[in-house]
């Protein structure tokens, strides 16, 4: 069959899905909001009102059907159904035709949760209660329906994403809108004009208008930093300040990897940012996603195991070794990206506020050439790895990583002795310190402070943000899940048990990584007894996993 012709069967059967689910919307509409009111129809007679009921139970059925389908994600993932997933809540189907028929037809403000609760009811006072708790499971998950405060009375129900876009259809011109969203697509639209205004320009002239991949790869990010930053923000939850200012500096880096493609050298030397923040709190993370997205080579190494030449532990070339990989290219490799994890460990023991290797002075010596752009020799003298090799460092981008324990005790006491820190603040001949002072005064050599572009501070995640990393679609629940999809079941955590999961990894410091390893703890016995099917955790099944972790620990 043509590409075309199926492209055109399966429009028509997501038209056929579109109209079918706003027409139950305005039949739950009509049975549940009818009589005296200024906006309400008339009241329905017995037979209007069992035509109505027996239209709701044939689209119900013809939904049905269609949400059994696999080849509909989009729907499917609405209704949060995932995999081999075929059952659904049906009070689930009827809260999302509410509420896509009252946008759709009727407008915002949105309609709200009780309104909602009660057209899903269909005058059941049962069903409209389990409506609510329905409703707030799919505000959760965030695909079916959202949720916005203070617009009206107890709020009002959104589109959600995965709706949105099956509601909009596959060529993504969205059906619902905002002020915000149009202002976004007219920018979209006069970039795009630019571009076709381009026309006399070659075919790869005009690819070039985008940053590239290394490898040409389709998963590459556009070369603004609004495109790196939007297409991070799906798996990088809760950290949009942050992951704002790391996409600046890496259209930098594109940018540059332009040029180099080009076969020129760029004018300025190699990206150097330091992420400061807790274990846990999204530094490598954030740092391997962007390497995916724009396909370039990515590789992190721990310096807390690296010393300079001729001591202990690795050496500084081996940290290199993870971006030589069986058929890749060593152009390709000179842009990629570098995370130095650990960096705090580096730093040399000038004072009591660092916890630092007393060769740190020397690391940080070849660490400042490889900066400075050098033809670095990649594996040591003392390695049997085969990936061996001299590349030029000009090309790349690193990323410094660390803790930095204590580097608040620095400010603090900086700020008593000198009087504040960065512009304006302190004596007229201190000069303007800032952060590059507060590091060198931690343990790093002003040389190597001052390659330093940018410095970026990851907060430690509050409880709510947690929670949000752990229910997002693309979160640590959803991962988990992926995973043991293949073992025949999945977690599902009850709100309060995702709560003290939140609470726990907050306050003992483990944030992300803590609620991955819990989760991990209480789905262990579940393997070992070869169950299937759906797991419900509770907060006594979240504290018992604790309770182990932290006995396993001790015994360690």
């Known amino acids: 069959m043509p590409k075309s012709s199926r492209y055109d069967q399966r429009s028509d059967s997501r038209r056929r899905g579109v109209a079918q689910l706003v027409e139950l919307g305005e039949c739950l509409r009509k049975l549940s909001f009818s009589g005296p009111g200024l906006f309400h129809d008339p009241r329905p007679d017995a037979e209007e009102e069992k035509r109505l009921r027996d239209r709701i139970g044939t689209l119900e059925l013809e939904l ?66 389990e409506a609510r708790r329905i409703i707030h499971e799919l505000i959760i998950q965030g695909n079916g329906v959202a949720f916005r405060d203070g617009s009206i009375e107890d709020g009002e129900l959104l589109v959600g994403p995965a709706l949105l876009r099956f509601l909009s259809g596959e060529r993504r011109h969205p059906l619902i809108w905002t002020e915000q969203s149009m202002r976004e697509r007219r920018e979209q639209w006069e970039r795009d004009k630019s571009r076709r205004a381009c026309g ?38 809760g950290m949009d300040p942050t992951v704002r200012r790391f996409s600046v500096h890496m259209a930098t880096h594109m940018k540059r990897v332009e040029t180099i493609r080009r076969g020129e050298t760029p004018s300025v030397g190699p990206v150097v940012l330091l992420l400061i923040g807790p274990s846990g709190s999204g ?23 690296t010393s300079s030449a001729a001591y202990v532990g690795q050496n500084f070339g081996e940290c290199f070794q993870g971006l030589i990989q069986p058929g890749r290219k060593i152009a390709d490799v000179e842009c990629g990206i570098l995370l130095l994890d650990e960096a705090d460990k580096s730093c040399a023991k000038s004072s009591s506020h660092s916890e630092a290797d007393p060769m740190g ?32 460092t000009y090309g790349m981008t690193f990323l410094l990583a660390g803790a930095f324990r204590g580097i608040e005790t620095v400010v603090r006491d900086m700020s008593r002795t000198q009087g504040g820190l960065g512009f304006g603040t302190g004596s007229p001949n201190r000069g303007n310190g ?43 629940i959803a991962k988990q899940n992926l995973f043991l999809n293949s073992f025949g079941f999945s977690l599902d955590p009850t709100r309060p048990a995702i709560e003290e999961l939140a609470e726990w990894a907050r306050a003992t410091g483990t944030y992300a990584r803590g609620l991955k390893n819990v989760l991990g703890i209480v789905s262990e016995e579940t393997i070992f007894a070869a169950e299937t099917g759906i797991l419900k955790v509770t907060v006594d099944d979240v504290r018992r996993a604790i309770a182990t972790m932290d006995a396993s620990q001790l015994k360690g």
């Open 283 to 305: 530094k490598t993370f954030l740092a391997q996603q962007l390497g995916l997205l724009a396909n370039l080579p990515f590789a992190s190494a721990d310096l807390s195991q």
């Open 434 to 476: 800032g952060i590059h002072e507060v590091l060198t005064t931690y343990g790093m050599l002003p040389e190597l402070v001052n390659r330093i572009g940018a410095a970026i501070v990851f907060p430690e995640p509050s409880v709510k943000q947690l929670i949000a990393i752990a229910t997002h679609p693309n979160g640590v």
């Open 361 to 392: 002075a020397g690391l940080q010596a070849e660490i400042l050439r490889a900066l400075e752009g050098c033809q670095q020799q990649v594996g040591g003298h003392r390695s049997n790895d085969s990936r061996r090799a001299t590349i030029n």
């Open 64 to 129: 049905d059907e269609f949400a059994y389908d696999r080849s509909k994600r989009v729907f499917r993932s609405a209704l949060g159904l995932r995999g081999q997933d075929i059952l659904f809540e049906p009070l689930a189907l009827r809260a999302m035709a509410y509420v896509a028929h009252h946008w759709l037809i009727m407008g915002a403000p949105g309609p709200s949760v009780p309104r909602t609760s009660r057209a899903a009811g269909l005058g059941s006072l049962d069903d409209a209660i």
């Open 200 to 237: 006399g320009q070659s075919k790869r002239a005009r690819a070039s208008d985008r940053s590239p991949s290394i490898s040409a790869g389709t998963n590459a990010p556009a070369g603004t930093a609004r495109d790196i930053y939007e297409q991070l923000r799906p798996t990088v939850i």
